[in-house]
T-cell receptor
Framework: EAQVTQNPRYLITVTGKKLTVTCSQN?????MSWYRQDPGLGLRQIYY???????DKGDVPEGYKVSRKEKRNFPLILESPSPNQTSLYFC????????????FGPGTRLTVL | KQEVTQIPAALSVPEGENLVLNCSFT??????LQWFRQDPGKGLTSLLL?????REQTSGRLNASLDKSSGRSTLYIAASQPGDSATYLC??????????FGTGTRLKVLA
């Protein structure tokens, strides 16, 4: 089954404790992206990747890192999480820049205490 | 800076009604506009994608229109059903890899 998977689905952590949220797609998509969703603000793009080893900042990249060492995986790294990073995070992928339908993962709900 | 607005934020209708959800954007220089459905605890599901050169797209009971010059899109849902209850989001592609989302319309269809 074609899908985007994220792990973990739920995470409660404390300020400053490094964490990684994984994202994987099995559709051989070139483009992947991370979003955060907050009440009243909608989804905002954090980082995106056009292909392996090619990444760029979205609208809200501060406090996040990403890497794209393999085509299928695009982990989101929070080196020193803070309470303002408490949010619902989504990973998405698209085949390429001309095929625009985005496929979303199920989301990761992160709470930073 | 591109901004996307969806009005109303919430909508409650009786089953069987035809309804229209609105999406407006401030910069008409878009590549495309996409409508999504979001169910609680789940990710987003793509419903319809309209390229900037298109005026509308249809899928089953759903019809989406796009008027770039006025910065508006509408999602028309015919003969609404309780299973249509969800949050509907629109997103514009305003750069090669840049997507801007609206805050959504929470729809509840009453049986």
């Amino acid at each position: 089954e074609a899908q985007v998977t994220q792990n973990p689905r739920y995470l409660i952590t404390v300020t400053g404790k490094k964490l990684t949220v994984t994202c994987s797609q099995n559709m051989n998509h070139e483009y992947m992206s991370w979003y955060r969703q907050d009440p009243g603000l909608g989804l905002r793009q954090i980082y995106y990747s056009m292909n392996v080893e090619v990444t760029d900042k979205g609208d809200v990249p501060e406090g996040y890192k990403v890497s794209r060492k393999e085509k299928r995986n695009f982990p989101l790294i929070l080196e020193s999480p803070s309470p303002n990073q408490t949010s619902l995070y989504f990973c998405a992928s698209t085949l390429d820049r001309t095929t625009d339908t985005q496929y979303f993962g199920p989301g990761t709900r992160l709470t930073v205490l | 800076k591109q901004e996307v607005t969806q009005i109303p934020a919430a909508l409650s209708v009786p089953e069987g009604e035809n309804l229209v959800l609105n999406c407006s954007f401030t910069d008409s220089a878009i590549y495309n506009l996409q409508w999504f459905r979001q169910d609680p605890g789940k990710g987003l599901t793509s419903l319809l994608l309209i390229q900037s050169s298109q005026r509308e797209q249809t899928s089953g009971r759903l019809n989406a229109s796009l008027d770039k010059s006025s910065g508006r899109s509408t999602l028309y849902i015919a003969a609404s059903q309780p299973g249509d209850s969800a949050t509907y989001l629109c997103a514009v592609k305003s750069g090669t890899y840049k997507y801007i989302f609206g805050t959504g319309t929470r729809l509840k269809v009453l049986a």
